[in-house]
């Protein structure tokens, strides 16, 4: 059994196709050199409909707060669609015939980014997931928390050794509307001693009415999962500078988001009987996808805030101390 995903796409008897949203998403963490990578491929509006859209993003955090990478935008008819990838004429991603990987290709020279990319499981485990009531419809999530990465990337024509990269995959879909009262707050922090953790609570636009939050940490072989009454995620914000903003088109109409308030720091506490944490995550750079619905008036905006982070925890007794890199998505 495959812990990677399918697409959800409607049926066309489906009442609720119009608010139809589903993507891929890989990040790969490279603790070297502090980068952030960020590989999206998402399908909006049901996909018999022209107005549709399948959206590629690549975009890999530079070391001087820059961001590398651009964005395509395509018709359905313009793209592949399987139940297990995603093919545009740029970016791709795809769960292998066998079903053990993950494989992610990205052919944007002229934006300094190509990759070739494996990400393989490294837990037995099946993903982590959970289906959630979402403004006027709802959302699902799976994620597969840790990867081992390798093949090639390359960055401004450099090629980055992937000796020490690990990666996470998750699968999002659901039916809602951008420019609805709903966005989300999601994080995925890469540690040494071999920790991840991974957090995600839905919010309305302002984030005011949050949801209870979801928690994991991996150490090792080892999944640690958290009630809602035992996790403290909190955050100040202040007005922050976005370096890069995609697509320029829609990011020129939206002048008022160039520098909107953001979380500079992050906070989250979590603790169970056999596990405790404290994660404290700062923020370096800040990218932002601008996002239209195809099928009527609204828009969303997907902060990604990229940097790095510190945890204390008490696991099974043993009490450890590490340091990685995180990104923390702010959904507006």
């Not at 963490?29 to 049901?46: A, E, K």
């Not at 964005?71 to 970016?91: G, H, M, Y």
Request: proline share 6%.
């Amino acid at each position: 059994m495959t812990p990677f995903d399918v697409l959800r796409p409607p049926v066309l008897s489906d009442p609720t196709a119009a608010a139809y949203k589903d993507w891929f998403h890989l990040n790969v963490f490279l603790p070297d050199t502090g980068r952030v990578v960020l590989i999206n491929m998402s399908l909006h509006g049901p996909p018999w409909d022209a107005r549709a859209r399948a959206v590629g993003v690549a975009l890999a955090s530079a070391p001087d707060g820059d961001w590398i990478g651009g964005i395509e935008i395509a018709s359905f008819a313009d793209s592949k669609v399987d139940t297990q990838a995603l093919f545009l004429s740029t970016l791709s991603i795809a769960v292998t015939r066998d079903g053990s990987a993950l494989h992610a290709k990205v052919a944007r020279p002229e934006d300094g980014f190509e990759a070739d990319l494996i990400a393989r499981p490294v837990l037995s485990a099946g993903a982590l997931d959970l289906t959630a009531q979402f403004g006027s419809g709802w959302i699902g999530w799976s994620a597969v928390p840790v990867l081992a990465i390798s093949g090639t990337l390359t960055l401004d024509g450099e090629e980055v050794s992937l000796e020490d990269a690990r990666g996470y995959h998750d699968h999002n879909w659901g039916r809602w509307f951008w420019g609805e009262d709903v966005a989300w707050e999601w994080g995925a922090w890469v540690l040494s001693d071999n920790i991840t953790v991974v957090a995600a609570r839905g919010t309305d636009k302002a984030h005011f009415d949050r949801q209870q939050p979801h928690v994991f940490l991996v150490h090792g072989s080892k999944v640690h999962g958290f009630l809602p009454g035992q996790i403290s995620l909190t955050y100040e914000a202040a007005p922050m500078r976005v370096a890069r903003r995609l697509p320029g088109a829609l990011a020129a109409i939206h002048p008022d988001r160039r520098a909107p308030d953001l979380p500079t720091t992050v906070t989250l506490r979590a603790e169970s009987q056999a596990a405790q944490f404290e994660l404290f995550f700062e923020v370096d750079t800040v990218a932002q996808l601008l996002l239209s619905d195809p099928l009527r008036p609204g828009s969303g905006f997907i902060n990604e805030l990229a940097g790095r982070c510190r945890l204390v925890a008490n696991l099974d007794q043993i009490v450890l101390r590490a340091e990685g890199l995180g990104v923390f998505e702010y959904v507006e």
